[in-house]
């Protein structure tokens, strides 16, 4: 029977609240921004004062007119609210402006004046080592001896590997609203995945107490990492304006702004050198990973962090050196995206392992199968982590069978023995994904819980809901641990207010953390059940002495386990709970134990578990037009005990859909001066419904409880982010067998159909030429 999430019908209906939906005030002011022509420069004047004359216009504030802290940042304070003198990228906001009207905001845009003294910008990490412009000192994880590892290999290869930046393009554009109430009361409704941190910057750049701060998310229309720290400055933005003007103030970007201005997932470029043995176990690798950190730090070192952490994926590696730098470049700053560097540093290691099949001739998945972690002695990982509850062998086994690998190979490579110009590949990509924030106190949550004597639960936590069905899993949590039905349960809009403190939901950590913090909260109110209850039926039943420790709470009624007809229904159970003077409201709290994680190290146990996946991608490629058709997708991905598993197969078909976006599809482009020439989905192609796999079937691992997690579950946001590769390895695949798998395709990241029809015509001419020679 299928589970819905909560808010489905209110989605399908479109009565759902989002941002632009809320209505607060007949006549609003819409907060604009005056954003920089140029990526890098300085200013040297701004002239306002005919644009304060037209009518509707109510405020144009610059740095100078920002009463508290001008800089903001989510791990330092790098990043000015309004450029005070130096223009660090395109797009960047120079002044605010509070108008009735966007018509208004137009006339007025035309009456400012900036003038600017451009510079040369820095776009590109070449670029960026060249100026020597380094976030921070080069991190480093190091286990074994490489140069000993080189010396006992039978080859040892050389490379390059590059991904590009994704667009997030949630559905609903960076939004928020911020209402002024009495004295230094400011109210926000956010579309941020963080409203803790929006509270506290806005609390600082407005020089008021976090106390007076009150910040508010119902739901967002999707967010994929774009809303984690992004979503702070539009909030300030607004904050600024109702501070000065009285008046409430809306901030929504629309589209064409919001990809200008916004981060993306960050550029990676990376170097290798590994060696392996005639078998193709891997015995040393030295990677170097370079992130495009853009102008600002941003989240770019946790992220630069979480690629060295999957940098060796689901394979032990006994020789290993990874170092990592972010650079600085005059892009908007970069941030995060679903996976976290995850990604970057896997698809590194991917092709790596398909190359090797290629060198020694044997099969992808035995290649990769060889290097799998396992449970005797190939179990640590690079920082020094234990590998454990291991479900990589077991979902490669059942995936291969289920998705008839062996013989669909063999069916691929007849095709492409008998067709020129059409060709099929397979990919196939494993993921091994560490859960938890890599900065240890991030990892903690919290709740409010209270229960009404109608026998109803209200829910409070910290997390935000973007889509990806947290507060209904937070109502399955509460209905199961009260033993109600989910329909008596109600999640509501997170609210800084009500929970304080809150981590961002990020990490895949949502449901974790706050199913772990709202049975917390729980747990304390059944204590108090328990014995309002115990007390009820000992009066009422003085034959039999029920203790609290006895009742079960279960099917709509509290019983005694040993004395099952003694029970008394939940609904009447609040009421006798209230009437004995015991709360029926608590907070609640937890905190990921064993986490911890020595950065100058490099070793530690940053991950509280891992979850596994598997995916086989099979592609049929048209080297004429470059087209890609996905023919069929197979994935087995482990969620320990789903609590919903519609959701969990959900945001496994969403993250690989989005995942192979990047692979495939989506490709940002800038200009040597810093100009996004794709900052609309005109110019950038996100997947569409002809470009999900034809033949799709996703299945969850079964029989693999997780242990000490809520209801022994499994993240499940990000990891299976990573299985979208295996699209773009059937297509390497497929360009491989061009020259008989002899030339291998030198295939650009993403591998859209202008690069996949250029690098076929290379192929198929370098083909040609082989065969004349042989002739």
Not at 622 to 632: A, E, H, M, N, P
Not at 638 to 664: H, T
Request: proline fraction near 4%; hydrophobic fraction near 35%; avoid cysteine.
């Amino acid at each position: 029977m299928a589970q819905y999430h909560e808010s489905a019908v209110y989605h399908v209906t479109g009565t759902a609240k989002y941002i632009d939906d809320i209505n607060i005030h007949p006549k609003p002011l819409y907060g604009f921004a005056i954003l920089s022509e140029v990526a890098a420069g300085e200013i040297e004047s701004i002239d306002y004062s005919e644009a304060l004359k037209i009518k509707g216009v109510y405020a144009i504030l610059s740095a100078k007119d920002i009463p508290g802290k001008k800089y903001i940042g989510a791990v330092k304070h790098d990043e000015p609210v309004l450029i005070e003198k130096e223009i660090e990228y395109k797009s960047q906001a120079i002044l605010l402006i509070a108008t009735d009207t966007e018509e208004t905001f137009l006339k007025a845009k035309e009456k400012i004046v900036v003038k600017v003294k451009e510079k040369e910008p820095i776009i590109g990490i070449e670029a960026a080592k060249k100026a020597g412009r380094t976030l921070e000192p080069t991190r480093k994880i190091e286990r074994g001896n490489i140069e000993e590892g080189f010396a006992k290999s039978d080859y040892v290869i050389k490379g390059t590997t590059k991904s590009g930046a994704q667009e997030q393009w949630y559905l609903e554009t960076q939004a928020s609203i911020a209402i002024p109430g009495e004295g230094n009361e400011m109210k926000i409704y956010s579309s941020t995945q963080n409203p803790n941190e929006v509270q506290m910057l806005t609390s600082e750049v407005l020089g008021i107490d976090a106390k007076e701060v009150e910040v508010e998310v119902r739901r967002m229309g999707g967010a994929f990492g774009g809303k984690e720290t992004q979503g702070a400055i539009f909030a300030i933005w607004a904050a600024l304006l109702a501070k000065t003007t009285g008046k409430p103030v809306k901030v929504r970007l629309e589209r064409f702004v919001d990809q200008q201005i916004t981060g993306k997932r960050h550029p990676f470029e990376n170097t290798y050198k590994v060696g392996f043995d005639k078998e193709g176990r891997i015995l040393a690798a030295d990677f170097e990973l370079n992130s495009d950190g853009g102008a600002y730090a941003d989240l770019s070192m946790a992220i630069l962090e979480r690629a060295m952490l999957h940098a060796e994926n689901a394979y032990f590696i006994p020789n290993i050196r990874i170092q990592a730098n972010v650079w600085l470049t005059n892009l908007p700053p970069n941030t995060a995206f679903r996976g976290f560097g995850a990604p970057q540093g896997i698809f590194n290691i991917e092709k790596i392992i398909n190359k090797i099949s290629h060198i020694i001739g044997k099969d992808i998945v035995d290649v990769q199968s060889l290097n799998f972690y396992d449970e005797k002695d190939r179990n640590t990982t690079p920082y020094g982590q234990l590998v454990e509850n291991n479900h990589l062998y077991i979902i490669r086994d059942e995936l291969l069978k289920s998705s008839n690998y062996k013989e669909r190979r063999i069916q691929v490579n007849e095709f492409n023995s008998q067709n020129k110009y059409k060709k099929r590949g397979i990919g196939v990509t494993p993921v091994k994904f560490g859960i938890s924030f890599t900065t240890a106190f991030l990892n903690q949550a919290g709740a409010l819980v209270n229960v009404y004597t109608d026998g109803t639960v209200l829910v409070n936590h910290g997390g935000t809901e973007m889509g990806q069905g947290l507060h209904t899993k937070m109502q399955k949590v509460a209905a199961a641990e009260f033993g109600i039905e989910t329909n008596k349960v109600k999640v509501n809009a997170s609210n800084t207010s009500k929970v304080p403190n809150a981590s961002a939901t990020a990490a895949s950590t949502g449901s974790d953390l706050n199913g772990m913090a709202v049975k917390n909260a729980i747990d304390k109110i059944k204590s108090n059940i328990a014995e309002a209850v115990a007390e009820e039926l000992n009066e009422t039943n003085k034959d039999i002495v029920t203790l609290p420790e006895d009742l079960v709470f279960e099917n709509n009624y509290i019983y005694n386990k040993k004395h099952p007809e003694l029970k008394i229904d939940f609904v009447k159970a609040t009421g006798i709970t209230r009437f004995r003077q015991k709360s029926l409201s608590s907070s609640g709290y937890y905190a990921t134990p064993g986490i911890h994680f020595d950065r100058q190290k490099g070793q530690g146990t940053p991950f509280f578990y891992f979850a596994y996946g598997m995916a086989v991608s099979e592609v049929e490629v048209d080297l004429l037009t470059g087209k890609i058709d996905l023919l069929r997708t197979d994935i087995l991905h482990d969620v320990g005990d789903s609590i919903n598993p519609d959701i969990d197969k959900g945001q496994i078909e969403g993250a690989f859909v989005q995942g192979m976006g990047w692979a495939i599809l989506e490709d940002n482009k800038w200009t040597e001066k810093g100009i996004n020439i794709t900052p609309s989905p005109d110019t950038y192609k996100i997947p569409a419904i002809t470009d999900i796999p034809k033949d799709f079937r996703v299945d969850l691992l079964k029989n693999v409880p997780n242990p000490h997690t809520i209801r022994k579950s499994k993240a499940v946001g990000e990891p299976p982010f990573v299985l979208g590769l295996s699209t773009w390895f059937a297509v390497y695949d497929a360009l491989w067998s061009i020259t008989g798998y002899n030339t291998e395709p030198e295939l650009n990241f993403p591998a859209t159909n202008e690069f996949v029809v250029a690098e076929a015509e290379r192929l198929l001419r370098a083909n040609s030429h082989q065969d004349k020679a042989i002739n």
